[in-house]
T-cell receptor, first 111, second 114 residues
Framework: GQQLNQSPQSMFIQEGEDVSMNCTSS?????WLWYKQEPGEGPVLLIA?????ELTSNGRLTAQFGITRKDSFLNISASIPSDVGIYFC???????????FGPGTSLSVIP | NAGVTQTPKFQVLKTGQSMTLQCAQD?????MSWYRQDPGMGLRLIHY???????DQGEVPNGYNVSRSTTEDFPLRLLSAAPSQTSVYFC?????????????FGQGTRLTVV
């Protein structure tokens, strides 16, 4: 079936460092979503991307919709302790198709 | 607004027992769905609904039933719990026009089947 791969699986970084993570698929998607999950909570939407090549920012977070439509990238600048959590990418082929989630990237920030 | 409310937050069941996980949303969303989250596997879709009276299967529907009698509620039923159903369950809802695009998630139900 369809599958999304996320890398890295986990990251341990120093506060203030920039973070980069990516999500790849063997299938083409028309929507890419990035969610963050904090311990004991449900995922919360960070950024939604709807067009190939699109670059969208949300504060210190920037996400890009890959040109091939088979990948997406998330960058976090100047990380802070509250950035800790699991970051999920999700893809959707059409508006009425199911959303597929990646396995997540776990981020730890060392103060 | 309460958003998406799931109950209970924690539950322990014995193998073979049945139970219903409740999910309610107060945002008048048409689309609702249930996911299970297991370590290293992300979120897997169990069942979803595009509106009251309409439900369909997701990726991992076996062992679960759903119904959607109202827009607000989307309960998930385990008819005979198995240890393989030990997981964290999330309910999500979203605006019309897309299945769980930009979904709002509940806080989750942590289920252990012994």
């Amino acid at each position: 079936g369809q599958q999304l791969n996320q890398s890295p699986q986990s990251m341990f970084i120093q506060e203030g460092e920039d973070v980069s993570m990516n999500c790849t698929s063997s299938s083409i998607f028309n929507t890419w979503l990035w969610y963050k999950q904090e311990p004991g909570e449900g995922p919360v939407l960070l950024i939604a991307l709807y067009k190939a090549g699109e670059l969208t920012s949300n504060g210190r977070l920037t996400a890009q919709f890959g040109i091939t439509r088979k990948d997406s990238f998330l960058n976090i600048s100047a990380s802070i302790p509250s950035d800790v959590g699991i970051y999920f990418c999700a893809g959707q082929k059409t508006s009425y198709d199911k959303v597929i989630f990646g396995p997540g990237t776990s981020l730890s920030v060392i103060p | 607004n309460a958003g998406v409310t799931q109950t209970p937050k924690f539950q322990v069941l014995k193998t073979g027992q049945s139970m219903t996980l409740q999910c309610a949303q107060d945002m008048n969303h048409e689309y609702m769905s249930w996911y299970r989250q297991d370590p290293g596997m992300g979120l897997r879709l169990i069942h979803y609904s595009v509106g009251a009276g309409i439900t369909d299967q997701g990726e991992v529907p076996n062992g679960y039933n759903v119904s959607r009698s109202t827009t607000e509620d989307f309960p998930l039923r385990l008819l005979s719990a198995a240890p393989s159903q030990t997981s964290v369950y999330f309910c999500a809802s979203s605006y019309s026009g897309g299945m769980n695009t930009e979904a709002f998630f509940g806080q989750g139900t942590r289920l252990t089947v012994v």
